[in-house]
């Protein structure tokens, strides 16, 4: 299943998410890269390079992803992972949060992140 089949299947899920497993060969998995959220093989980063291609760059811009992926398994002798993706609308953070003001960390400093800079996890230095 391609990446914008995936799309497809979630806009008609909608609410809810769609799911496709996603191959990749089991050298990859020694060698994850160092991302931010998710550590993903090769095969795994172009995957979600190529979702995020069909939602922000081929017109119109109507849907957000966002992707969860799940645990290493293998299927029928191929390894690889189940990617969840769901839609939401393109700026619907917007009516979100003027909806929701207390739950904004702009509106309440208080919420903000206070840790040491860098991402999550990492220590800056």
Same mark, same amino acid.
């Given at each position: 299943m391609s990446a914008r089949r995936l799309l497809l299947a979630a806009i008609r899920a909608r609410p809810g998410s769609a799911?496709?497993?996603?191959h %990749?060969? &089991? &050298?990859?998995?020694?060698?994850?890269?160092? &991302?931010?959220r998710w550590r993903?093989?090769?095969n795994e980063r172009a995957f979600t390079r190529a979702?995020?291609?069909?939602?922000?760059?081929?017109p119109p811009r109507?849907? %957000?992803?966002?992707?969860d992926w799940l645990?290493?398994?293998?299927?029928?002798?191929?390894w690889g992972r189940v990617v969840r993706v769901r839609l939401v609308r393109y700026g619907s953070g917007y009516s979100h949060a003027e909806k929701r003001p207390g739950s904004s960390?702009?509106?309440?400093?208080?919420?903000?992140?206070?840790?040491?800079? &860098?991402?999550?996890?990492?220590?800056?230095?």
């Open positions: 799911r496709m497993f996603v %990749s060969p &089991g &050298g990859q998995f020694r060698e994850l890269d160092q &991302g931010a993903l093989t090769v979702v995020f291609y069909q939602v922000t760059k081929v109507v849907w %957000s992803a966002d992707l645990g290493i398994e293998n299927r029928h002798g191929r960390y702009v509106n309440r400093p208080e919420l903000r992140h206070t840790g040491p800079p &860098g991402r999550p996890g990492i220590m800056a230095g």
